[in-house]
Structures are given as C-alpha cells and as structure tokens.
C-alpha cells in the first residue's frame, strides 16, 4: 500500500521530536516538553496496541524504598548514589499527586510496611539502628521527619506468620497504573501529541542534523531529535547500554472476605511486595527464585515463581488456616536493570537521547526524569 500525498503531508512529515514507547517515561517527557515548548510537533511510536512494557503491568506501590532495600542499595552504591534515588522518587511523588486528582488514580494513602521474618537474611537487631540511620539522613538532606518507624504491635493485627518485626512509612501510598497512563495519554493527546500504537521502531539512525528511525508499519519516520524510552526493551535499539530486562510476576487474588492487609508491603529487599486493591490482594516478585530464568522479555508467567508467590501468601500473608483464595489474573511485565539503580539520562549518538534503567521503581521517579531529560534535549 502507497501512503497518500495528505498524509505523506501530516502524519509521516518530518517531526520535531518523537519518542520511542508510551510507557511513564515516554509520556511524561512528552507532556513536559510540550509544557515547555507547546509548538513542538511530537510523536510517540509505541510497539503495543497498549503500553506494553511495565507502566500498566506493575503492583502501583508509590513508594521510594523500604529500610532493607535502601540499607542494601547505601551498600551497593553509597550514601549520595542512594539519596539521589530517593529524592527522585519522593520528588516524583509529589508531583503525581500535584497533577492528578486522587481520584483519578485511586491514590491511597495507607502508608507502606516493611516485613521482616523470623528466619530471613536481615539481622533484626539491626532494625532501630537502621532506622535511625536513615531517618537521620533522610532529615538532614531531604528534610523528611520520621519517615521510618518500628510498629511490630501491628503484626497481629494484620494475622501475619512468621514476622519477627514490622517496620512503617507513613508517606507510601498506592495507586491504580493504568489509570495513570490512561491519564497522561490523555493529556499529551490533548497537547497535540501523536501516538502510533502497534508500531515498532527496528532501526535509528543519525547524523549531526536529522535522525531516521525505520518501523515496521510506516516505514521511514524522520525527526529533528529521537528519544528512547523503552527501558528494558532497550538493548535492541541501543545494544551498548547497561541495561537488561527483568521479568516481573504478579498475581490478583479474587476477592477475599475480612481482607486484613491495607496498604503496601516489602518483603526481603523489595524482592515481594504486596498491597491491598480493595477487597483483593495482589502479590508479586520472587524474582530471586529464578534470577537466571527472569532475566528475559517474554511477557510470560511461570509455575515456578506462582507456585513461590501463592506459597509466600500462604506462609506469611494470610492468617493461619485461611482458605487458599482462588486467583483471578496472573501476569508479568518487564523491568530495565543495571548494575546500579540510577537511571541512565543521555545522548548516545548525534540527536540520539535515552532515558531508560528505571530499577523497577519508574512510577515515582518519572516524571522527574522526564524533566531532567527535557531540559538536556531543548537545551543541551
Ligand atoms: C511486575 C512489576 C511490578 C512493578 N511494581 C512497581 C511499583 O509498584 N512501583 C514502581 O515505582 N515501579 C514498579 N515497577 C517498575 C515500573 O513499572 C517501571 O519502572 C516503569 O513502568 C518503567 O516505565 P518506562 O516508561 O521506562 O518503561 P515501560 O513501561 O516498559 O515502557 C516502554 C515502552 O516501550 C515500548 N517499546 C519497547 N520497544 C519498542 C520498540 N522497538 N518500538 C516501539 N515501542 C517499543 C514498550 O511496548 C513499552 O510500552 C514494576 C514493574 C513490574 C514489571
């Protein structure tokens, strides 16, 4: 099939910006640098017929990171690295919650927990002096208060087994993904910004003027600037970046009467996590069962990391001699990771951007990246 002359003329010309995937990072940048530059012609070019990567696949915990994972991430990367995550996240928090009504995301507020258990890796006599440790750092350069606190009282009260020590955030909430996205594709459409869904971009190249990028369903698309936000997808357009994926499983329970769990939970470094959505419980990770296994990005579930997710539940979550809860959807989505958690912001060939390794944490810290990478793409 021939394209037309009217839309060689309109969709196919030559953009000022395009962005590849319409995930959170894609759609923030594009939101933000049509709030900065609103004469910008835009487009987004996105593989799925929806988002079809982690933004609308993911367990909506909006949090910045429980006392075990970020003890373990000042270890891995130190004190600022860690800090400068946690500020984007409590940054881009603030922001979500500044632009779009509560509502409209079903952002809850119950705070977030953090499970130790009797038998796990974490020292327990470590946990006030932890907490200590980062609540002190988190005043002195975020000027937060209090933002851990032990709260074991409660262990009963939530009818979990086998948990020794429970510690709180009281400025975690939750909301609904997909909502989210829905949302911001809504406003960057509002905004003028084209989004071409169930196209993939196959090839990019550039010069020091112009950029092409080839798809599989309109062909040759050019642009002043290209932008890649693909996360975990990356290494196929950009091989030489320090990005792989990683899978992610989680499942939704049916409803379950008298549900005890509210709010969202952290278990062994973030590696389960698990929060109320109403009545139902939704439960994921366990990643670290089958790291070999996960490291891919077919979107697939397996019995293996189930089987380990619906033994966690009944182990730890759910209140002994409670019925299994029938599950009502499985799924999995796929995360962009690295050898630390910082996210790589970057020109990586002549008009060529990046912004991709969003670590499993890119609800909270999107929007914040989006803004740094606007600001490198319109000004340099
Ligand atoms: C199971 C799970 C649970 C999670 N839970 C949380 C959580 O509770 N809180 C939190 O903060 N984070 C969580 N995350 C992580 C969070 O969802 C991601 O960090 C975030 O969604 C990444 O956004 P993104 O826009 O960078 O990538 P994505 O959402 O993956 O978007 C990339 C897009 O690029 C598209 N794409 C890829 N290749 C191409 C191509 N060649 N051409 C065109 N389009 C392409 C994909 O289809 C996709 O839509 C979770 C992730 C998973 C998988």
Redesign the pocket.
């Known amino acids: 099939m021939a394209w037309s002359f009217w839309e060689k003329e309109t969709w196919l010309s030559k953009y000022d910006i395009i962005i590849?995937?319409?995930?959170?990072?894609?759609?923030w940048t594009a939101y933000k640098l049509k709030l900065k530059e609103p004469h910008l012609k835009i487009a987004i070019?996105?593989?799925?017929v929806l988002?079809?990567?982690?933004?609308?696949?993911?367990?909506?915990?909006?949090?910045f990171g429980s006392v075990s994972e970020l003890m373990h991430d000042v270890a891995l990367m130190g004190e600022s690295a860690m800090l400068k995550v946690v500020e984007m996240r409590y940054k881009g928090l603030k922001e979500i919650n500044a632009t779009f009504p509560q509502h409209s995301i079903d952002y809850h507020n119950l705070g977030g927990y953090e499970l130790f258990s009797t038998t796990g890796k974490y020292p327990i006599d470590r946990l006030r002096g932890d907490i200590y440790y980062l609540n002190n750092l988190m005043s002195s350069m975020l000027g937060l208060t209090h933002t851990f606190h032990e709260t074991s009282e409660k262990i009963a009260e939530f009818g979990f087994q086998h948990v020794a020590a429970l510690a709180f955030s009281p400025s975690e909430g939750q909301l609904h993904?997909a909502k989210l996205v829905q949302n911001l594709q809504q406003m960057v459409q509002q905004l003028g910004v084209t989004i071409f869904f169930k196209?993939?971009?196959?090839k990019i190249e550039s010069n020091e003027k112009e950029v092409f990028i080839q798809t599989d369903q309109l062909g040759e698309l050019k642009s002043n600037r290209l932008i890649v936000?693909?996360?975990?997808?990356v290494k196929?357009?950009l091989p030489s970046l320090d990005v792989h994926p990683a899978?992610?499983?989680?499942f939704v329970t049916a409803p379950i009467p008298n549900l005890k769990v509210k709010g969202t939970f952290h278990f062994d470094e973030g590696f389960y996590?698990f929060r109320n959505v109403g009545n139902q419980l939704l439960l994921?990770g366990a990643r670290n069962k089958a790291f070999e296994a996960e490291h891919t990005d077919v979107m697939e579930t397996s019995t293996a990391i189930q089987d380990a997710l619906e033994s966690f539940m009944m182990e730890y979550i759910l209140p002994a001699g409670s019925p299994h809860p029938t599950i009502e959807s499985r799924w999995?989505?796929?995360?962009?990771m690295g050898a630390i958690k910082q996210p790589i912001i970057k020109e990586v060939q002549p008009n060529v951007f990046c912004?991709?390794r969003?670590?499993?944490?890119?609800?909270?810290?999107?929007p914040i990246v989006a803004a740094e990478l606007t600001e490198m793409v319109l000004n340099g």
């Open positions: 590849v995937g319409a995930g959170f990072v894609g759609l070019v996105e593989k799925g988002p079809t990567g982690a933004s609308t696949k993911n367990a909506g915990f909006s949090c993904p196209t993939t971009v196959e936000c693909t996360n975990g997808f196929k357009l899978r992610g499983q989680v996590y994921g999995s989505g796929i995360m962009g912004a991709v969003m670590s499993g944490m890119g609800v909270s810290i999107s």
